[in-house]
T-cell receptor, first 115, second 118 residues
Framework: AQKVTQAQTEISVVEKEDVTLDCVYETRDTTYYLFWYKQPPSGELVFLIRRNSFDEQNEISGRYSWNFQKSTSSFNFTITASQVVDSAVYFC????????????FGTGTLLAVQP | SQTIHQWPATLVQPVGSPLSLECTVE??????LYWYRQAAGRGLQLLFY??????ISSEVPQNLSASRPQDRQFILSSKKLLLSDSGFYLC?????????????????FGSGTQLSVL
């Protein structure tokens, strides 16, 4: 069965610190997709990134970077030089794709960036 | 461009009353549609998904039901609300996987409905 674990319930950092959000997943499929979503206080989920299981290249987008390691079934998310606007709940998710395209979410990590 | 509308934004209902939350998608056809619930612990739980009109799959047994009367309309309902139905409900859509490979597997979420059952 599919499962996503985000062991960090809450993280608090001071502005400009780097922070890494952990995500560990379980799946029996060889083809799958991993996601990160951001949920700011407004509640709406904002898509951040999608990676497929065949692409282990790390990705950087501005202050955001993602480290995908199949050997440890992890897809960690790092924010460099954090800012107050980064404060939100961050969800990692897993999908096997296909016709139904269901996303299975982790329980989320609440990131609080203090000024 | 595609947009998703979900309403109402906030709802307070007494126990035992009915519920109807509506979600519509614009700018695409034959989307996959989803209802998620986020309870107090912040986890997102998939409640229902639909790959076509009249096709509803339930992920967890519960007091709720879903319907898809039109291609781009997804409705979450209950005949009698329970206290445990309180939560933040999110509707989402994704492109039909086989047809739009470039946006495959990405879900787009609505702004959510905060339901409080008292």
């Amino acid at each position: 069965a599919q499962k996503v674990t985000q062991a960090q319930t809450e993280i608090s950092v001071v502005e400009k610190e780097d922070v890494t959000l952990d995500c560990v997943y379980e799946t029996r499929d060889t083809t799958y997709y991993l996601f990160w979503y951001k949920q700011p206080p407004s509640g709406e989920l904002v898509f951040l990134i999608r990676r497929n299981s065949f692409d282990e290249q790390n990705e950087i987008s501005g202050r955001y970077s993602w480290n995908f390691q199949k050997s440890t079934s992890s897809f960690n998310f790092t924010i460099t030089a954090s800012q107050v606007v980064d404060s939100a709940v961050y969800f990692c998710a897993l999908s096997e794709g296909g016709a139904t395209n269901k996303l299975i979410f982790g329980t989320g990590t609440l990131l609080a960036v203090q000024p | 461009s595609q947009t998703i509308h979900q309403w109402p934004a906030t709802l307070v209902q007494p126990v035992g009353s009915p519920l109807s939350l509506e979600c519509t998608v614009e700018g695409t056809s034959n989307p996959n549609l989803y209802w998620y619930r986020q309870a107090a612990g912040r986890g997102l739980q998939l409640l229902f998904y639909s790959v076509g009109i009249g096709q509803i799959s339930s992920e967890v047994p519960q007091n709720l039901s879903a319907s898809r009367p039109q291609d781009r309309q997804f409705i979450l309902s209950s005949k009698k609300l329970l206290l445990s139905d309180s939560g933040f409900y999110l509707c989402a859509w994704s492109a039909w996987a086989a047809r739009e490979a470039s946006s495959n597997e990405k879900l787009f979420f609505g702004s959510g409905t905060q339901l409080s059952v008292l």
